[in-house]
């Protein structure tokens, strides 16, 4: 009856955590959203504060690393065996897609910005690389088809940065070019690693192929930086 309704009703409240707004603690989605909201908005003409964009990113880049590293499954609750309900994660492409979508909107006028999301896309595309040659996955990782499904995704945004600045800057211009030699370089890079790694790997970690990526990277942001200059 009424009673027994009441009571099953306040079992059920109980079981759950209900709010107006999401938590930070309670999924990697609401972090990405609010850093990558912190971006976009140190990029507004109010605020216009492209030090602080950058600070962002990086902490947007330790985020999305740890995404696409990792196996996202869906989260299932168990009761003495029975399955009660089933939680939906997000996607590494929804995750990176929520990122991407908003910077390229209004990041793309600023050229150092641009250069970062290369480096950020760079590091992405090397740990999938890395991971995809890896036989026996650690538990928690990704598998070889994710890595494999996710450097795709990761070299669509390449393209995708590298149209956007040649729509914004004309062909010829100091801008354009810089752009265009940082994803080549990029580019560059990855396809290195790539075709080192169609052998499967025993070892899930290669520090020798990790400490050549980063040395080129460094020489990569240094002569970029250099280019700036004068554009600047």
């Not at 910077?103 to 641009?114: A, T």
């Not at 890896?134 to 994710?146: L, M, Y």
């Amino acid at each position: 009856g009424e009673e027994q309704l009441q009571r099953v009703t306040r079992i059920t409240n109980a079981a759950f955590r209900l709010g107006l707004e999401d938590k930070g603690g309670e999924g990697i989605s609401f972090g990405l959203r609010e850093i990558t909201e912190v971006c976009m908005r140190s990029m507004t003409s109010s605020v216009n504060d492209p030090h602080a964009a950058v600070s962002a990113i990086d902490r947007l880049s330790d985020l999305l690393k740890d995404c696409v590293r990792n196996r996202l499954h869906h989260r299932f609750v168990r009761i003495k065996g029975r399955l009660y309900v089933t939680m939906r994660v997000w996607s590494f492409s929804e995750l990176l897609a929520m990122s991407m979508h908003g910077l390229r909107h209004y990041c793309q006028r600023d050229l150092f910005i641009l250069d970062r999301l290369m480096d950020v896309l760079a590091d992405l595309a090397f740990i999938c690389i890395e991971g995809r040659g890896i036989a026996a996955p650690r538990e928690g990782f990704a598998s070889r088809e994710e890595f494999a499904r996710r450097l795709v995704i990761v070299k669509g945004y390449f393209d995708q940065l590298l149209a956007d600045a040649r729509g914004k800057y004309p062909e010829g211009s100091s801008e354009r070019a810089v752009i265009e030699a940082a994803y080549m370089r990029a580019q560059h890079v990855t396809s290195d690693l790539d075709s080192t790694s169609c052998a499967p790997e025993t070892e899930p970690h290669n520090v020798t192929a990790t400490f050549a990526r980063e040395e080129t990277m460094s020489d990569l942001r240094s002569e970029v930086s250099h280019s700036l200059s004068y554009v600047c």
